[in-house]
């Protein structure tokens, strides 16, 4: 009789194992499945996230190519009105002073010109940090977007405030000086695009014009304007190397992705 019950606990020993090792097989096979799901789950979550990022940065590229275009146009404008600015610093005015120049030289317009934040503001506004298969990119367009930009901001809301808020000279000047056609299309950007007569002898208005152009106060507005058009400037340049830069970065980044 002992050895039967030796005999029947040996054998129900050996089923639990059996079924012990069943069950931790088939946990193993669930839990692989598991992980197997997931890791499809995530492939197919980081294709998704790649391919918006890739549509991200096409977009990116074309707000890019603007500024490129845009801050091209705005050193134009701006190297023109200092070279007027250097004009009226480094001479002695007189009678052979062209007025059109003079009045070029006072100033009275700002510089508004700004990075298209567009996409970016849109990337942010998804909540997506990062560029999931870019992300050697990343920080060069969050700096970029983030500083070059504040740069550019600051440096723009100076000018204008000194051309709106901060300029008294034209007050001064409009107090015994009457706006020519041509002062009023400057300041106008073009608009009137009617002619006015004036009312003030031209000979008087010029002779007022040079006085000023070689007073203290006259020059010393000349040279602030052409210190802060001088820094305008060297933003606007960077803006356009950064932005070239950064245009170049971003092909070979997306051009790297299409190889494989």
């Given at each position: 009789?002992?050895?039967?019950?030796?005999?029947?606990?040996?054998?129900?020993?050996?089923?639990?194992g059996?079924?012990?090792?069943?069950?931790?097989?088939?946990?193993?096979?669930?839990?692989?499945?598991?992980?197997?799901?997931?890791?499809?789950?995530?492939?197919?979550?980081?294709?998704?996230?790649?391919?918006?990022?890739?549509?991200?940065?096409?977009?990116?590229?074309?707000?890019?190519?603007?500024?490129?275009?845009?801050?091209?146009?705005?050193?134009?404008?701006?190297?023109?009105?200092?070279?007027?600015?250097?004009?009226?610093?480094?001479?002695?005015?007189?009678?052979?002073?062209?007025?059109?120049?003079?009045?070029?030289?006072?100033?009275?317009?700002?510089?508004?010109?700004?990075?298209?934040?567009?996409?970016?503001?849109?990337?942010?506004?998804?909540?997506?940090?990062?560029f999931?298969?870019?992300?050697?990119?990343?920080?060069?367009?969050?700096?970029?977007?983030?500083?070059?930009?504040?740069?550019?901001?600051?440096?723009?809301?100076?000018?204008?405030?000194?051309?709106?808020?901060?300029?008294?000279?034209?007050?001064?000047?409009?107090?015994?000086?009457?706006?020519d056609?041509?002062?009023?299309?400057?300041?106008?950007?073009?608009?009137?695009?009617?002619?006015?007569s004036?009312?003030?002898?031209?000979?008087?208005?010029?002779?007022?014009?040079?006085?000023?152009?070689?007073?203290?106060?006259?020059?010393?507005?000349?040279?602030?304007?052409?210190?802060?058009?001088?820094?305008?400037?060297?933003?606007?340049?960077?803006?356009?190397?950064?932005?070239?830069?950064?245009?170049?970065?971003i092909?070979?980044?997306?051009?790297?992705?299409?190889?494989?």
């Open positions: 009789m002992e050895k039967n019950k030796t005999g029947s606990s040996a054998e129900a020993s050996a089923k639990v059996k079924y012990l090792k069943y069950a931790i097989g088939e946990i193993v096979l669930v839990v692989i499945g598991i992980l197997i799901a997931l890791s499809i789950n995530n492939w197919n979550e980081s294709r998704k996230d790649f391919a918006k990022s890739k549509n991200y940065l096409s977009e990116i590229l074309k707000d890019l190519k603007g500024d490129t275009i845009s801050f091209n146009r705005a050193i134009r404008s701006v190297t023109a009105t200092i070279a007027v600015e250097e004009w009226v610093i480094n001479r002695i005015h007189d009678e052979s002073s062209p007025i059109d120049s003079l009045w070029m030289s006072f100033g009275g317009i700002y510089y508004d010109f700004a990075i298209n934040d567009r996409t970016f503001q849109k990337v942010q506004n998804a909540g997506d940090s990062k999931t298969g870019f992300e050697s990119v990343t920080d060069e367009i969050n700096n970029y977007y983030a500083i070059t930009k504040k740069r550019v901001e600051d440096h723009t809301a100076w000018d204008k405030k000194e051309v709106t808020e901060n300029q008294s000279y034209m007050r001064d000047l409009e107090a015994y000086i009457e706006i056609s041509f002062r009023m299309a400057i300041v106008g950007a073009g608009i009137p695009e009617k002619s006015f004036i009312r003030q002898d031209s000979l008087e208005q010029m002779t007022m014009m040079i006085e000023f152009a070689n007073s203290i106060k006259g020059r010393n507005h000349f040279k602030n304007n052409y210190i802060r058009h001088s820094r305008l400037l060297n933003q606007f340049i960077k803006v356009k190397q950064t932005s070239t830069e950064l245009i170049t970065i092909n070979e980044e997306i051009e790297k992705t299409e190889k494989f």
